[in-house]
């Protein structure tokens, strides 16, 4: 079970590949294919994500024999919430069971305070954890 959506999490699987490899100086990139077959997420799945991720400036993407996609910064500077955020609406990730007339509109439901804690924990969750914990080479984190 994940706190966020399936195009979240298939985002986060490519990203934590180019992690896994980052190097700055040559820079590793790596194919949307051989992210795909790595991860072993379709083709075009993983070219919608790098497409919104590059977007965002997440990661860059160059054409050609030698292209491919990386990082733009280091893993340890971003989080699970900078690509999350690019694929879910997570302040609205947790709605009220009684439907959006409900809360807000009158007293409060049931569920209210703890899925309030909820939806606080795993953006704190996002927040707090980045792309450093999928490096292969730990010591190189700062």
């Known amino acids: ?19 896994e ?3 700055d100086d040559p820079p590793v990139r790596l194919s949307s294919l051989q992210i795909a077959e790595e991860r072993k997420l ?3 799945v993983v070219a919608k994500v790098l497409t919104v991720l590059s977007q965002a400036g997440l990661v860059t993407g160059s ?16 989080s ?6 690019q694929f879910d609406r997570l ?5 009220c069971p009684f439907g959006k007339e409900w809360c807000g509109n ?5 569920l209210h305070d703890e899925l309030k804690a909820l939806r606080e924990n795993t953006n704190r969750f996002l927040q707090e954890n980045t792309l450093a914990l999928f490096r292969t080479n730990k010591e190189e984190v700062s």
């Open 1 to 19: 079970m994940t706190p966020y959506g399936k195009t979240a999490q298939n985002a986060i699987a490519a990203m934590s590949l180019m992690a």
């Open 63 to 78: 054409p050609g024999p030698n292209g491919g996609y990386r990082l733009t910064k280091s893993p340890d500077l971003i």
């Open 106 to 110: 009158g007293p409060q439901c049931p």
């Open 80 to 85: 699970l919430f900078d690509i999350c955020i």
């Open 21 to 23: 490899v980052y190097h």
């Open 91 to 95: 302040e609205e990730s947790l709605n």
């Open 42 to 44: 379709m083709k075009p």
